[in-house]
C-alpha cells in the first residue's frame, strides 16, 4: 500500500479508525488500527494512539452500552461522520469524486439519481421535454392549418373533431388561437 504524504495523515487515519468503529469491536479496531498506522503512516503505536485516542475511547463507551443525547434522541457514542465531512477532511476534489461510487457529496447523488431516472425514462421511450415541446407545436400548428381548412369549407366544430380524432373544445381553441 502506497504511504500516505506528511500533511494528510491525521485526517485519513480518523476518518479509517471512525469508519472502521462502526465495523469491528474496539479490540480489533485498536489492532487493526495500529497495523494501518505502521502500513500507511509509517507511525509507531504511541503516534497511532495519539491521533485515535477519542475515537477508541467512545467505541469501548459503545460496546459497553453507553449512550448520549443528540437532538433529543438517544445515540451510540460513536463518532457519526458524513460524507460531506469525509468529503472536507480528505480533501477529495470535484475531480475525484467523480470515481467514487459511495463517498459522494449530495450534489453528485442528486446528479447521479437525475441522470439515472433521464436513463430510465429514455430506455422507456420518452423523449426528452424539448423535443416533446417541438413535437406537440409541429403536430399543434398542423391540426390549426387543418382545421381552417376544414371550417373554410363549411365544416362544424363537431366534424372537424371527428375528422382530427379530437375533441370540439380543442378544436374551438385551434380555431380561436392567433398564431
Known amino acids: 500500500m502506497e504511504k500516505l504524504p506528511p ?13 472502521l468503529s462502526c465495523l469491528v469491536g474496539p479490540e480489533a479496531l485498536e489492532k487493526k488500527m ?6 500507511v ?15 477508541l475511547s467512545r467505541a469501548h ?20 461522520i458524513t460524507n460531506e465531512e469525509i468529503i472536507r477532511r480528505l480533501k477529495i476534489a470535484p475531480e475525484e469524486e467523480v470515481r467514487l461510487k459511495t463517498i ?4 453528485t ?28 407545436r409541429e403536430s399543434r400548428q398542423h391540426d390549426r392549418t387543418l382545421a381552417k381548412q376544414l371550417k373554410a369549407q363549411g365544416m362544424s366544430l363537431r366534424k372537424i373533431a371527428t375528422e382530427l380524432e379530437k375533441s370540439h ?5 385551434l380555431l380561436n388561437s392567433e398564431q
Open 7 to 19: 500533511g494528510r495523515r491525521d485526517e485519513w487515519m480518523f476518518v479509517a479508525c471512525v469508519s
Open 34 to 39: 495500529f497495523a494501518l498506522g505502521r502500513e
Open 41 to 55: 503512516a509509517d507511525w509507531s503505536e504511541s503516534a497511532t494512539r495519539s491521533c485515535i485516542s477519542t475515537v
Open 61 to 80: 463507551a459503545a460496546a459497553n452500552g453507553e449512550t448520549l443525547e443528540w437532538q433529543g434522541q438517544k445515540r451510540t457514542t460513536r463518532y457519526w
Open 104 to 107: 459522494i457529496s449530495k450534489d
Open 109 to 136: 447523488k442528486r446528479k447521479r439519481d437525475r441522470e439515472r431516472k433521464e436513463n430510465d425514462r429514455r430506455s422507456k421511450g420518452v423523449v426528452p421535454r424539448q423535443k416533446y415541446i417541438a413535437e406537440r
Open 169 to 173: 373544445t380543442y378544436v374551438r381553441g
